[in-house]
């Protein structure tokens, strides 16, 4: 693939006037997010998600700053292409709007991030409002909230009744008013996400939202097979990548007990000269020694 021009907030809004399906995806370290880049991914989202899938735990609520900085830094250091945008993790953002603009500008000061996304309706429109003042672009979140999800009512699609469903499209609107460049989606029913879609000027993103979202965002780890806790619904398999690993693991493994591994193209050989040079030295010290 051609190399690409570091893409700007500007040309994601385009591509919602231009019916330009937005891609996005997660990514946590440099591996993959070098491989992310390279395949014209969008728009890369240092998730909070890395918390369980990258770190092992049992919900994001755990990941603190220090963690999804060293996670962006990683991403940062490999993607040249894709936007990138870093998760605001549980309780960075929600004391103070003094908190929420000194850790969006940590992002992007020490993480590298090019923008910020916020978990959250109306209520933080404020939040977005101060940082988006500051010259720092954030991306909105309604639906489900992971964050906070696990603590009231567990993982459930949202807006499922028409009043509901009001809230959330007045959740977006407000987002879209302080100042959201593009707004996340997640667990919503198709048919309220294009009437989101459809009033907003901004880009919306789904995960879990259906069809007519400007574009689509997936954890990575769901897309290569590589988690194995949870497996949503509405993410798709590309590749079964931990099936494949665990397999060459286990190879790995049997050569090294019944020595096949390292074979002799595996291994580094000496000049035969200095070999012989080698062996006298040891026979002369092994005769110094009787």
Same mark, same amino acid.
């Given at each position: 693939?051609?190399?690409?021009?570091?893409?700007?907030?500007?040309?994601?809004?385009?591509?919602?006037?231009?019916?330009?399906? #937005?891609?996005?995806?997660?990514?946590?370290?440099?591996?993959?997010?070098?491989?992310?880049?390279?395949?014209?991914?969008? #728009?890369?989202?240092?998730?909070?998600?890395?918390?369980?899938?990258?770190?092992?735990?049992?919900?994001?609520? /755990?990941?603190?700053?220090?963690?999804?900085?060293?996670?962006?830094?990683?991403?940062?250091?490999?993607?040249?292409?894709?936007?990138?945008?870093?998760?605001?993790?549980?309780?960075?953002?929600?004391?103070?709007?003094?908190?929420?603009?000194?850790?969006?500008?940590?992002?992007?000061?020490?993480?590298?991030?090019?923008?910020?996304?916020?978990?959250?309706?109306?209520?933080?429109?404020?939040?977005?409002?101060?940082?988006?003042?500051?010259?720092? /672009?954030?991306?909105?979140?309604?639906?489900?909230?992971?964050?906070?999800?696990?603590?009231?009512?567990?993982?459930?699609?949202?807006?499922?009744?028409?009043?509901?469903?009001?809230?959330? #499209?007045?959740?977006?609107?407000?987002?879209?008013?302080?100042?959201?460049?593009?707004?996340?989606?997640?667990?919503? /029913?198709?048919?309220?996400?294009?009437?989101?879609?459809?009033?907003?000027?901004?880009?919306?993103?789904?995960?879990?939202?259906?069809?007519?979202?400007?574009?689509?965002?997936?954890?990575?780890?769901?897309?290569?097979?590589?988690?194995?806790?949870?497996?949503?619904?509405?993410?798709?398999?590309?590749?079964?990548?931990?099936?494949?690993?665990?397999?060459?693991?286990?190879?790995?493994?049997?050569?090294?007990?019944?020595?096949?591994? /390292?074979?002799?193209?595996?291994?580094?050989?000496?000049?035969?000269?200095?070999?012989?040079?080698?062996?006298?030295?040891?026979?002369?010290?092994?005769?110094?020694?009787?």
């Amino acid at each position: 693939m051609s190399e690409r021009r570091k893409l700007t907030i500007s040309d994601i809004a385009k591509m919602k006037g231009e019916g330009r399906k #937005i891609v996005v995806i997660t990514a946590y370290d440099y591996p993959f997010a070098t491989i992310a880049d390279r395949a014209g991914i969008d #728009i890369i989202l240092v998730g909070d998600s890395g918390g369980m899938v990258s770190l092992g735990y049992e919900t994001t609520i /755990p990941v603190s700053m220090d963690e999804m900085l060293m996670m962006s830094k990683a991403v940062a250091r490999a993607a040249k292409s894709s936007l990138l945008v870093g998760d605001m993790p549980f309780m960075s953002f929600q004391i103070s709007r003094e908190d929420a603009v000194r850790n969006a500008g940590r992002f992007v000061k020490e993480g590298r991030m090019d923008a910020v996304k916020i978990e959250g309706g109306k209520e933080f429109s404020d939040t977005v409002r101060a940082i988006s003042r500051t010259g720092i /672009p954030v991306m909105g979140h309604v639906g489900l909230t992971p964050q906070t999800a696990t603590l009231w009512q567990g993982y459930r699609v949202q807006g499922k009744d028409a009043r509901s469903a009001e809230k959330l #499209i007045e959740d977006a609107q407000e987002l879209e008013s302080a100042g959201a460049f593009a707004i996340v989606l997640e667990m919503v /029913p198709e048919e309220v996400a294009e009437i989101i879609t459809d009033k907003l000027n901004v880009p919306t993103i789904g995960i879990g939202a259906g069809r007519h979202c400007d574009g689509q965002v997936l954890v990575l780890h769901d897309i290569l097979g590589l988690y194995e806790k949870f497996s949503p619904k509405f993410a798709k398999k590309y590749a079964d990548l931990g099936k494949a690993a665990s397999e060459a693991l286990a190879n790995y493994r049997d050569d090294v007990v019944s020595g096949k591994f /390292p074979a002799q193209e595996n291994t580094f050989k000496m000049d035969s000269k200095q070999l012989e040079r080698l062996k006298a030295a040891f026979s002369k010290l092994t005769e110094a020694e009787v």
